[in-house]
């Protein structure tokens, strides 16, 4: 009768593994999202590690009979999964957040829609900015510089080598601010078209004050935004494949600094 056998120092080290891979995983733009199964993202975080196992070539593992200390790797494999899918997800917050003022400029603050990806409520044109980069991601094949990046963790910051220091918060300020640069430079044709459009209504009320200003003002600025939107798409690939060309760059830096 055939028996399997498994040695319990590699079944750790796939654990590790898999709780780093899982976190990513989780966290990712693409696959976070409530609308994705949880049975098919935990099916593909252990596909992964399976593939990634026998192709890492770490150095020999030690076997924790204790439970504390195995407690503490797991607990800091699953931080760094979730530090470095935040890195990505925050350049789609940006992203996001371009397309709020952008509905908040064209009037469309109040109307708001069902995002898939968090499942909460958020600006029309910040799902179809989402949407947009989220297609545009995988259409630059940006998606391969993140497997990249996944492997490469291992050898950057091996297993149990993870720690919290000064910079890596100091990284994490600068790619914060990177969001608010991000969603500007995004938002920016569309917000100075309709700061124009905004003076020129206004100097239109101030020349004509019996016209209904606010009657043609809404229908008018929500027609140039879209307008304006659509002239800038081509504008927005360029500035996007720029910006997901250098994640694997950003994602190494990140890694040194841990």
Do not use: C
Not at 62 to 73: A, K
Not at 76 to 87: A, F, N
Not at 180 to 206: E, N
């Amino acid at each position: 009768m055939a028996t399997l056998t498994i040695n319990l120092a590699d079944f750790q080290l796939f654990l590790l593994i898999f709780l780093r891979v899982g976190a990513i995983m989780m966290s990712l733009p693409l696959l976070g999202g409530k609308n994705i199964p949880f049975l098919f993202k935990a099916g593909l975080a252990i596909s992964v590690s399976v593939i990634l196992f026998p192709l890492l070539e770490l150095d020999a593992f030690p076997y924790f009979s204790e439970t504390i200390p195995l407690v503490i790797g797991a607990t800091s494999e699953i931080m760094l999964g979730l530090i470095i899918g935040l890195s990505v997800n925050i350049i789609f917050a940006g992203i996001q957040l371009a397309g709020q003022l952008i509905g908040y400029q064209m009037g469309f603050a109040i109307a708001n829609v069902m995002d898939p990806q968090t499942g909460s409520q958020s600006s029309i044109f910040a799902s179809f900015t989402n949407i947009v980069a989220l297609l545009l991601f995988l259409a630059f094949n940006a998606h391969h510089w993140f497997l990249r990046g996944l492997t490469e963790s291992f050898k950057l910051v091996p297993l149990f080598n993870f720690r919290m220091s000064g910079s890596l918060a100091e990284h994490f300020i600068l790619i914060g601010s990177d969001m608010f640069i991000i969603a500007l430079k995004v938002a920016a044709p569309v917000m100075a078209a309709l700061l124009l459009t905004s003076v020129a209504l206004g100097i239109v009320a101030r020349t004509v004050p019996k016209m209904n200003i606010f009657l043609v003002g809404m229908p008018l600025k929500i027609a140039l935004g879209i307008m304006f939107v659509a002239f800038s798409l081509p504008y927005l690939s360029t500035f996007l494949r720029n910006i997901f060309n250098a994640l694997g760059n950003s994602m190494h830096l990140l890694l040194k600094t841990i």
